[in-house]
């Protein structure tokens, strides 16, 4: 029996210790696509709807401010290229990252540390992701185009940042938090206040449930020096998480009243900073399941916001 989670004798290492339950591009692919299905986390969706989820918040923004609810199509390709960068940042972070990789229990049976991909296919692979996304990227104006362009440039240089700070959750916020700017320029063609605070707001909760996510690998990040905001904050990381919840909120609630947001797109700030109090109450050190349980809740947290602001951009209709 091989030792490596879900693998066999062969050392196919099918499901990665995070991968989500039941996963259906596991459980239906061929063997031959699954390396690179991990590689751009479709066997983790958490990933890309937590990219997703900001630029939801900003296109509902953006409906509450011209009283016409979201643009579905807006939406859909917003989708489409959550998904496709996702699986982008993922294949070039594993790439820069494969040595540390290999050293953390969590990552050592990723596609590129345990030798099931080459890093040339893993590079061939990148540039596929980059076509696909440049395709729906180009779907919008020139304005959002150039917005989306220049986010390149935080994910190029995120994977190195855990070498140098403990801060590397603030880096990865600013890059997953991006779709809070990218929302509104798809509807605008410019960007305004709204759209900088939930920008904010998403950069906050990123530090916030990122920390949570980084509490699983505390160990062997010591071990091998990579940092982050979880070895940093250590005992007082409930703390810690809860300062950058309560900004998010805040900064939420002002750019909801600068469109001047109904009592739907209150009670949902209201459900989401709920959520987001239980999660804090919930953290315990070391129970590495519990993290990775509390990591992914933010899908629920932060649909719940989706819901109240794109319900009060319907109701102003």
């Known amino acids: 029996m091989s030792d490596r989670p879900g693998g ?17 591009f596991l459980r ?4 031959a696509a699954i390396p690179f299905i991990q ?54 972070n594993d790439i820069i990252d494969r040595e540390i990789d290999a050293g953390v229990e969590r990552t050592r049976y990723r596609p590129l540390p345990s030798g099931r991909v080459s890093v040339r296919a893993a590079k061939i692979f990148l540039v596929f992701e980059l076509a696909v ?20 440039a935080i994910v190029v240089v995120y994977p190195y940042m855990k070498r140098f700070t403990f801060w590397p959750q603030a880096v990865l916020g600013l890059a997953f938090a991006w779709g809070g700017l990218m929302g509104w320029a798809c509807a605008f063609g410019s960007l305004a206040w709204p759209a900088v605070l939930i920008y904010a ?55 909801i009243h600068l469109v001047s947001g109904n009592i739907a797109a209150w009670i949902g700030l209201a459900t989401f900073g709920a959520h987001l109090a239980w999660q804090t109450t919930a953290i315990r050190h070391n129970d590495t399941a519990r993290a990775l349980m509390l990591f992914r809740s933010n899908r629920d947290a932060g649909l719940l916001l ?7 951009g319907i109701m102003t209709r």
């Open 8 to 24: 066999d004798a062969g050392g196919s290492a099918q499901a990665l210790p995070d991968t989500a339950p039941r996963d259906l």
């Open 28 to 31: 239906f692919a061929p063997p």
């Open 39 to 92: 590689l751009a986390r479709l066997d983790r969706p958490i990933g890309w709807w937590l990219l997703l989820l900001p630029c939801w918040w900003s296109a509902a923004l953006a409906g509450i401010a011209t009283s016409s609810g979201p643009n579905v199509l807006h939406l859909v390709l917003l989708l489409v290229g959550a998904v496709v960068m996702r699986g982008a940042g993922s294949t070039w």
């Open 133 to 152: 996304g440049a395709l729906v990227l180009f779907s919008f104006n020139w304005f959002a185009i150039a917005t989306g362009i220049a986010s390149l």
């Open 201 to 255: 707001a998403a950069i906050f909760w990123t530090i916030g449930y990122d920390t949570i996510y980084a509490m699983q690998d505390q160990r062997d990040d010591a071990i091998v020096g990579v940092r982050s905001t979880a070895r940093l904050f250590a005992n007082n990381v409930r703390a810690g998480v809860s300062l950058f919840y309560l900004l998010a909120v805040i900064s939420a609630a002002a750019a």
């Open 306 to 312: 989706f819901a109240g602001l794109a319900i009060a």
